[in-house]
């Protein structure tokens, strides 16, 4: 997801009309940490809670994976109400990651022969003729890089209203959310002659998998990749799963936290934001993903190509792929990968290909932060 808009949060959580149920707090027993008892674990410990503190987040869990080095560790709290300590093993709401997995699922149907991701969406999603401005001139391909001019959703004042009033009712199926905040809209521009990240059009592309398999999108991204790379603590549909840290955000700008998990639950499961995971999980699912054990070669190459040169569209081309952020130039080198953002939260994943180096953080609180520490910590000799 985009950063968070702090009107719908604020709203929602001032006025009874969005009042629910508070999800149970995490139980979980302690994790093994024997593993990651490295010589720099000093160091690392030090990074991560200068973080936690530069961002005043209730809780903070980090991997790093290089060569002969991996390290996790965990600082602060996943439940503030009953002061449940953070582990390394809490699953977490991953936001944006997510477009990895679709992204990925996508293009293993590519290799199945069901989708091709030059074709037109309306070949696959007919019903959206009339609906959806553009949608035979749009591809599949388009929809993967935000080229399709397809409007985001999240910033919509009709998914404001609903958020405010009911967040539950976000939570619905691909046909569903289009035909509530899509369908009539304008275009944000001509396919192929903009670029604009769009949530909406990941709720595409999980219509086209389930369309193409006849399976619930939720169920073939579980068959395809989940299982596969055999990530036991990933899931997209349970919504009180009592091992997920809680969400806080601060409306006052004062850091007086309220619990905010309930206004994330709507986007669990869908295609754009609905993944549960760990870091461990991130962290085998990156390995597996660039490694090429989910992908033939030749789909992670056009997976990580990036189109960008002196006559390029948009800037945000040259930073995004096929459902993979490009970070070019970092403290640590070029990486591929994805942000995540919702409501409370903020998550990142990391691949770093020069060095074959993954670096995963999450907090259970929202906002902008500085990101240098994860990079310290891959520096470190």
């Excluded at 997801?1 to 009042?19: E, H, Q, R, Y």
């Excluded at 707090?25 to 530069?54: H, M, Q, R």
């Excluded at 869908?270 to 461990?280: A, I, M, N």
């Excluded at 180096?357 to 906002?367: E, Q, S, W």
Aim: charged share 20%; glycine share 10%.
């Amino acid at each position: 997801m985009k950063p968070t808009n702090f009107f719908i949060v604020s709203t929602c959580l001032l006025f009874s009309s969005c009042a629910g149920e508070v999800a149970p707090g995490p139980e979980v027993s302690d994790c093994n940490t024997s593993a990651y008892e490295v010589p720099n674990a000093t160091f690392y410990e030090s990074l991560l809670k200068e973080y936690w503190i530069e961002t005043g987040s209730p809780g903070v869990v980090a991997m790093i994976s290089q060569p002969g080095n991996t390290w996790a560790g965990a600082v602060g709290q996943a439940d503030l109400e009953n002061g449940t300590a953070m582990q390394t093993c809490h699953q977490f709401q991953i936001g944006s990651i997510s477009k990895m997995f679709t992204a990925a699922t996508v293009l293993l149907l590519q290799e199945e022969g069901k989708i091709d991701i030059d074709e037109k969406v309306s070949t696959y999603l007919p019903q959206l003729k009339g609906n959806i401005e553009h949608v035979d001139r749009m591809t599949v391909r388009q929809l993967l890089n935000h080229t399709a001019g397809v409007p985001d959703y999240y910033y919509m004042q009709a998914y404001t209203f609903d958020m405010m009033n009911d967040p539950s009712s976000i939570k619905r199926s691909a046909n569903e959310a289009l035909r509530k905040y899509n369908y009539g809209k304008k275009a944000d521009f001509f396919p192929g002659e903009g670029w604009n990240y769009s949530n909406s059009g990941y709720v595409m592309l999980g219509w086209i998998i389930a369309e193409v398999t006849k399976k619930p999108f939720e169920a073939v991204v579980k068959e395809k990749v989940i299982d596969p790379v055999g990530l036991t603590d990933t899931y997209m549909v349970d919504f009180r799963n009592p091992r997920r840290a809680k969400n806080y955000v601060d409306l006052s700008g004062k850091g007086v936290l309220i619990e905010s998990s309930k206004y994330d639950d709507g986007v669990i499961g869908t295609p754009e934001g609905g993944v549960v995971s760990t870091v461990q999980d991130l962290t085998a699912f990156a390995r597996g993903l660039f490694a090429g054990a989910l992908l033939t070669a030749e789909s992670l190459s056009e997976m990580m190509f990036v189109p960008c040169g002196p006559d390029a569209i948009d800037e945000g081309v040259c930073g995004y792929t096929l459902g993979l952020s490009y970070w070019k130039n970092t403290a640590y080198g070029d990486a591929f990968g994805h942000s995540g953002g919702e409501v409370g939260m903020e998550s990142l994943l990391l691949f770093f290909v020069e060095h074959d180096a993954v670096g995963v953080f999450f907090r259970n609180r929202n906002g902008p932060s500085r990101k240098q520490f994860l990079f310290d910590m891959l520096l470190k000799e």
